[in-house]
């Protein structure tokens, strides 16, 4: 593997340990853990996608990178 391969490797694998931990019950997805977990898992794997110059999941990490920014900003929002 790559150096590309391995920062997209690391990315999904954020976003798969997030989704696992909500599905067994130890974080929600209001939870930082989540919500951080989602960001630099997104981050990483769009990052890679840009590498790779391979659009189709450029625009989906993109927007699941964007969503978990405006959801982890809500989140610090609401506890101030």
């Given at each position: 593997?790559?150096?590309?391969?391995?920062?997209?490797?690391?990315g999904?694998?954020?976003?798969?340990?997030?989704?696992?931990?909500?599905?067994?019950?130890?974080?929600?997805?209001?939870?930082?853990?989540?919500?951080?977990?989602?960001?630099?898992?997104?981050?990483?794997?769009?990052?890679?996608?840009?590498?790779?110059?391979?659009?189709?999941?450029?625009?989906?990490?993109?927007?699941?990178?964007?969503?978990?920014?405006?959801?982890?900003?809500?989140?610090?929002?609401?506890?101030?």
């Amino acid at each position: 593997m790559n150096f590309i391969d391995w920062i997209g490797f690391l990315g999904v694998f954020q976003i798969l340990l997030a989704y696992c931990l909500n599905v067994i019950g130890k974080i929600t997805n209001k939870h930082i853990a989540f919500i951080s977990l989602n960001l630099v898992g997104a981050s990483m794997a769009c990052l890679a996608s840009v590498l790779l110059n391979y659009w189709p999941f450029i625009i989906l990490e993109a927007v699941w990178a964007l969503v978990s920014l405006y959801s982890l900003l809500k989140l610090k929002k609401s506890s101030l």
